[in-house]
């Protein structure tokens, strides 16, 4: 491949540190009360027993997704990385410039970075580069590393991911497709949860109810604390920040604290907002969420129930 580019400087893939941080909220400060937060990837869902498709809308320059869908014919539940498919208004590489500028990007966190797992969107590329470089059409349309290699990566259902579009103009508005073979509903599906911040994403074809989530050797709110500290947290991206859709998680709530509140145990294991008040959160099909999780262990893990 570089011998074939001679002519053109393969540009290294840039640092991901740029990418928001899951911040805000955490320590205490009440936050704005947001019981029905409806994101981009509320969108446009078609499935059937057998096969099925979710449209995500691209509504910002950077949106966080998930894969709910395996690739037709496997037994694992995972799918393709070329199977998630940006439409024409997403940009790809420039294959115009000297340094081939890349454009949309796919990122996923490994627990730690995005160093190993960040890929570029081709999108078409000019007959006249793929003749100049002997290369056919099946470099159209598919995901590349940072030296523009094909990649083939797997992906279980539940993996969660950026996508960042930097390069598209505002007034475009593009969307992302995720195909594939409907996931078995019928087992539970449990992602670790071991290093303090982990992406996940909905598994299942079907939205859920957050508070369902079984979450184990996961911190809640330390209810002896004078200031009712905060333990786990959940955070959703709206496109520009997490402020309105941060969530804690209660925990076990003491009897004795219980009582004293007038709360009944419905506090138990569940999500509230920084009023601590119980929200109802519903993750749709192809939605993703950060945890945050101060005190991990090798042993914290987040189960999604069958369906």
Do not use: C
Not at 126 to 145: G, K, M, T
Not at 203 to 228: K, Q, R
């Amino acid at each position: 491949m570089e011998a074939r580019l001679a002519r053109h400087r393969v540009r290294k893939a840039p640092r991901a540190g740029a990418l928001p941080p899951a911040r805000g909220g955490p320590g205490g400060a009440a936050l704005p009360r947001n019981d029905s937060f409806a994101p981009a990837w509320a969108a446009d869902v078609v499935s059937s027993n057998i096969v099925g498709y979710n449209k995500v809308s691209l509504a910002s320059k950077l949106t966080m997704m998930g894969a709910s869908f395996q690739t037709v014919g496997v037994t694992d539940a995972t799918i393709d990385i070329n199977q998630i498919v940006p439409d024409e208004k997403t940009t790809g590489v420039d294959w115009s410039s000297e340094d081939l500028d890349f454009g949309a990007s796919l990122l996923i966190w490994d627990g730690a970075s995005y160093a190993n797992s960040t890929y570029y969107w081709t999108g078409e590329v000019p007959a006249e580069f793929r003749e100049a470089a002997e290369l056919d059409d099946s470099y159209n349309n598919i995901w590349v590393n940072g030296d523009l290699e094909p990649v083939e990566e797997k992906l279980p259902a539940g993996t969660a991911f950026w996508i960042q579009d930097v390069n598209r103009t505002d007034s475009d508005q593009a969307n992302v497709t995720v195909s594939g073979e409907v996931a078995p509903t019928t087992a539970n599906r449990t992602f670790a949860a071991k290093t303090q911040l982990t992406m996940l994403a909905n598994p299942y074809p079907v939205a859920i109810n957050l508070n369902e989530l079984v979450l184990t050797d996961v911190a809640g709110v330390d209810w002896s604390s004078e200031d009712l500290d905060f333990g786990a947290s959940l955070l959703i991206w709206d496109g520009s920040s997490y402020a309105d859709s941060t969530y804690y998680w209660t925990g076990e709530v003491p009897a004795e604290f219980r009582e004293a509140a007038e709360l009944d145990d419905s506090y138990n294991n569940i999500w509230v907002n920084g009023d601590l008040e119980p929200v109802e959160i519903t993750l749709p099909v192809g939605g993703a969420f950060w945890l945050r999780n101060p005190d991990a262990k090798a042993t914290s893990s987040v189960t999604f129930p069958e369906r």
